[in-house]
């Protein structure tokens, strides 16, 4: 069983950076691809980025050349670093480890993009 527990979140002003962080435990972390996913209200969850156990990463378009994620394996950590911050950003933030058959979610942290 992996524990996921998101950080970093909070209110921002458009244009503005945000770093999250998610802390992984309870398994063994190089293992697993890992992903953020958001989900505004009103509206489906949806990837925002994902890296997968050798460093190859993909992003949703809408996040392209602004957002990067990076995982630290020592460190059992992925990161999602947000610049040039949007309101359509706004949205809960989850953190998901994949591997096989096996998922698992965090808790989800707020984020919010507003002036």
């Known amino acids: 069983q992996v524990q996921l527990v998101e950080s970093g979140g909070g209110k921002v002003q458009p244009g503005g950076s945000l770093k999250l962080s998610c802390a992984a435990s309870?398994?063994?972390?190089?293992?697993?691809?890992m992903g953020w996913y958001r989900q505004a209200p009103g509206k489906q969850r949806e990837l925002v980025a994902r890296i997968s156990r050798g460093d190859n990463t993909n992003y949703a378009d809408s996040v392209k050349g602004r957002f990067t994620i990076s995982r630290d394996n020592a460190k059992n950590t992925v990161y999602l670093q947000m610049n040039s911050l949007k309101p359509e950003d706004t949205a809960v933030y989850y953190c998901?480890?994949?591997?096989?058959?096996?998922?698992?979610w965090g808790q989800g942290t707020q984020v919010i993009v507003s002036s």
């Open positions: 309870g398994g063994i972390f190089s293992r697993y691809a």
């Open positions: 998901n480890a994949a591997f096989l058959t096996l998922e698992y």
